[in-house]
């Protein structure tokens, strides 16, 4: 049974994100809210936990995660950015957004799309996940909170309670999030590729 934290959505309590952020080191699963929808996520080095989190998603390696981190110049430890994209990203971020880049050689394996190379990364715009950012103090591991069969993410916090409670470790209620997902953009081609559709707004890509 999975341990479950009522946090404040605006100035969330210091004592539960330290609580959060620990079971989050020792191997956790987590549901947490961010900018767009509940997420999954869990500690970057633990490939235990990632791979928990595949099975409740139903994916296999080739659905990106993202690596949700706290600014640009951590996203340019796991990502090849150039000027170019560091403009697009400059724009969009914090924002609703998670983009697809070519990794560095910081990035195990595991973390990217077995055959291209890549990675996803996302800078969120929600006081819960900043907070739980700096405690940590590198990125998390994250993913949308679709389950098999659905179409959108779960945000009712009784039905992810219900439907997740034996299966993950903690569950951050920090109130309605929304139903509708990161808009995904892929910044390893000449041109900005609009992998999914989502909260965030294309305009500032140009497309």
Same mark, same amino acid.
């Given at each position: 049974?999975?341990?479950?934290?009522?946090?404040?959505?605006?100035?969330?309590?210091?004592?539960?994100?330290?609580?959060?952020?620990?079971?989050?080191?020792?191997?956790?699963?987590?549901?947490?809210?961010?900018?767009?929808?509940?997420?999954?996520?869990?500690?970057?080095?633990?490939?235990?936990?990632?791979?928990?989190?595949?099975?409740?998603?139903? /994916? +296999?390696?080739?659905?990106?995660?993202?690596?949700?981190?706290? @600014? !640009?110049?951590?996203? %340019?430890?796991?990502?090849?950015?150039?000027?170019?994209?560091?403009?697009?990203?400059?724009?969009?971020?914090?924002?609703?957004?998670?983009?697809?880049?070519?990794?560095?050689?910081?990035?195990?394996?595991?973390?990217?799309?077995?055959?291209?190379?890549?990675?996803?990364?996302?800078?969120?715009?929600?006081?819960?996940?900043?907070?739980?950012?700096?405690?940590?103090?590198?990125?998390?591991?994250?993913?949308?909170?679709?389950?098999?069969?659905?179409?959108?993410?779960?945000?009712? /916090? +009784?039905?992810?309670?219900?439907?997740?409670?034996?299966?993950? @470790? !903690?569950?951050?209620? %920090?109130?309605?999030?929304?139903?509708?997902?990161?808009?995904?953009?892929?910044?390893?081609?000449?041109?900005?590729?609009?992998?999914?559709?989502?909260?965030?707004?294309?305009?500032?890509?140009?497309?």
């Amino acid at each position: 049974m999975s341990q479950y934290f009522t946090i404040h959505p605006v100035n969330p309590q210091p004592r539960l994100i330290r609580q959060a952020a620990q079971i989050v080191r020792d191997g956790g699963v987590m549901v947490y809210p961010t900018d767009s929808c509940y997420a999954l996520g869990c500690h970057i080095g633990d490939k235990a936990a990632m791979e928990r989190m595949r099975a409740i998603r139903q /994916i +296999d390696a080739r659905h990106h995660f993202s690596l949700v981190c706290r @600014d !640009l110049r951590e996203i %340019a430890t796991y990502a090849k950015v150039d000027n170019q994209q560091y403009r697009m990203l400059k724009a969009a971020t914090p924002g609703c957004y998670a983009f697809i880049l070519e990794a560095t050689r910081e990035v195990p394996k595991r973390l990217q799309h077995p055959s291209r190379r890549t990675i996803g990364l996302r800078i969120p715009d929600h006081p819960v996940v900043n907070a739980l950012l700096a405690e940590l103090n590198e990125p998390i591991l994250s993913s949308s909170l679709i389950l098999p069969g659905d179409e959108a993410p779960l945000n009712d /916090i +009784d039905e992810i309670r219900e439907r997740l409670a034996n299966q993950v @470790d !903690l569950i951050l209620d %920090a109130g309605a999030c929304g139903i509708e997902p990161t808009t995904v953009v892929n910044l390893t081609g000449d041109a900005p590729e609009i992998v999914r559709q989502g909260k965030g707004d294309t305009a500032v890509f140009g497309v």
